[in-house]
């Protein structure tokens, strides 16, 4: 396609076409590579855990919110570097509202490690808001969110070691997160 374009310097315009550029074989090969398919799985997962898991428990509901934001900050990611949308915002803003959603499915499936207190929940998922938010509003650092995505990430695994460890009968359960 070709466009008219007027551009203006120092009060003097110029009009000239451009002829805009097609999309090279390259460029499909490469959209086609990537892992743009990969929020699509998780969210067609969460849905899926909607909708068939029963019975209808916290553990449940846990398991598609994880979907569901895992599929929301993986599509703000493939954005972020390009900042269309305010894609680099919603990435770092989901992956502080991922920890506690994280940690808490991580501690309650298979088997709950053990009780903990309503208020220490509270102020777990309390912080992720908090720090959701500090993201948003761009109070903190910009690379502050690596943080919590590696808390997440490790916090998760080590939570999953300790169920292997402390609960062997639940270690086939835990053979499909591994996976």
């Not at 551009?7 to 490469?30: C, H, I, M, S």
């Not at 808490?104 to 998922?125: A, D, G, M, N």
Request: net charge positive; with cysteine.
């Amino acid at each position: 396609d070709t466009v008219d374009v007027t551009l203006e310097r120092q009060g003097e315009k110029r009009n000239f076409q451009y002829t805009l550029p097609g999309v090279t074989a390259g460029e499909v090969f490469d959209h086609l590579n990537s892992n743009w398919f990969l929020p699509y799985i998780f969210w067609i997962g969460g849905a899926a855990a909607l909708l068939f898991l029963r019975p209808r428990s916290q553990v449940r509901t846990l398991l598609a919110l994880f979907c569901f934001i895992t599929s929301v900050w993986l599509s703000a990611g493939l954005l972020s570097d390009k900042h269309q949308f305010g894609a680099a915002l919603l990435l770092r803003s989901t992956v502080w509202l991922s920890v506690p959603i994280y940690l808490y499915l991580h501690w309650l499936f298979p088997t709950s490690l053990k009780r903990l207190p309503e208020w220490l929940w509270t102020v777990i998922f309390g912080s992720g808001v908090v720090m959701a938010i500090a993201s948003w509003w761009q109070w903190v650092p910009e690379g502050l969110y690596m943080a919590g995505f590696l808390l997440a990430l490790f916090g998760s695994m080590l939570l999953l070691i300790t169920h292997a460890i402390t609960q062997p009968t639940e270690r086939r359960a835990l053979l499909g997160l591994i996976a």
